[in-house]
């Protein structure tokens, strides 16, 4: 199966939360854009483990809250699907982790982004993380 959709990294978690940030016009526009052409935001568990850590370390709680909420409510409206890293998949991924033994810095989270993203098919990501040009697989980063 192949989504048109668009990955979201936590660093397109994080722009997006924080109006102040200068990507913040430009991931909105990509994010806009997706939503009205009713095409999802795809994320998985382990992305946004890493935001809600990121997001409630850096910003008051109420405004943490209200934009993780909008995820979640986003995910009830079919505007955001996530993805979960099921066993095969982690394995997947751990299989990336010995092969890109030249990149140590690559996260063990960008790899299982990495391994959905391949399985559904999905080249763009909301993501200024190098890694994903990097990993040879054709991805895309937005903005």
Known sequence: MAY?????????WLVLADRETPAFN??????R????ERRALVTTDYVLDETITRLFAARPFTRARKFFDGILESQKLGQ???????????????????????????SFTDLTSFVVMRELGIRDALTADAHFNQAGFGFRTLP
Do not use: M, N
């Open 26 to 31: 430009s991931a909105a526009k990509v994010r």
């Open 80 to 106: 955001v699907i996530i993805e979960w890293i099921t066993a095969e998949r982690f394995r997947v991924a751990y299989d990336l982790r010995l092969r890109f033994r030249d990149k140590p810095r690559v």
């Open 4 to 12: 048109d959709h668009l990955f979201v990294d936590t660093w397109g």
């Open 33 to 36: 854009v997706y939503f009205e």
